[in-house]
């Protein structure tokens, strides 16, 4: 069994910031990338950025420059640093890992639950 929470949404004005934070657990043997994408109402989940074990990074062009990624190996776990935030970025933010379990033969996609970001004056 293998959780990815997420913490730190909420409500900001525009040019505020936000950190999110996931942290997967479980059955865990490595974790091969770990992402946020986002969803805003009708519209389809994109992604937001991304990084690799090795902490290459990669991000949408909508959010470079504004948004950072970070990731913590020994935790398991990814921060997603938001400053200068515009109303465009609300949406439901959800983590994602690619990973692999002590039981598994290969590496699967796991999804969190996803926080709400909401960015108005």
């Known amino acids: 069994q293998v959780q990815l929470e997420e913490s730190g949404g909420g409500w900001v004005q525009p040019g505020g910031s936000l950190r999110l934070s996931c942290a997967a657990s479980?059955?865990?043997?490595?974790?091969?990338?770990m992402a946020w994408y986002r969803q805003a109402p009708g519209k389809q989940r994109d992604l937001v950025a991304s990084?690799?074990?090795?902490?290459?990074?990669n991000y949408a062009d909508s959010v470079k420059g504004r948004f950072t990624l970070s990731r913590d190996n020994a935790k398991n776990t990814v921060h997603l640093q938001m400053n200068s935030l515009e109303p465009d970025d609300t949406a439901v933010y959800y983590c994602?890992?690619?990973?692999?379990?002590?039981?598994?033969?290969?590496?699967?996609?796991?999804w969190g639950q996803g926080t709400q970001v909401t960015v108005s004056s």
């Open positions: 990084i690799t074990g090795g902490s290459r990074t």
């Open positions: 994602n890992a690619d990973l692999w379990s002590y039981t598994s033969s290969r590496s699967y996609n796991y």
């Open positions: 479980g059955n865990i043997r490595s974790i091969n990338a």
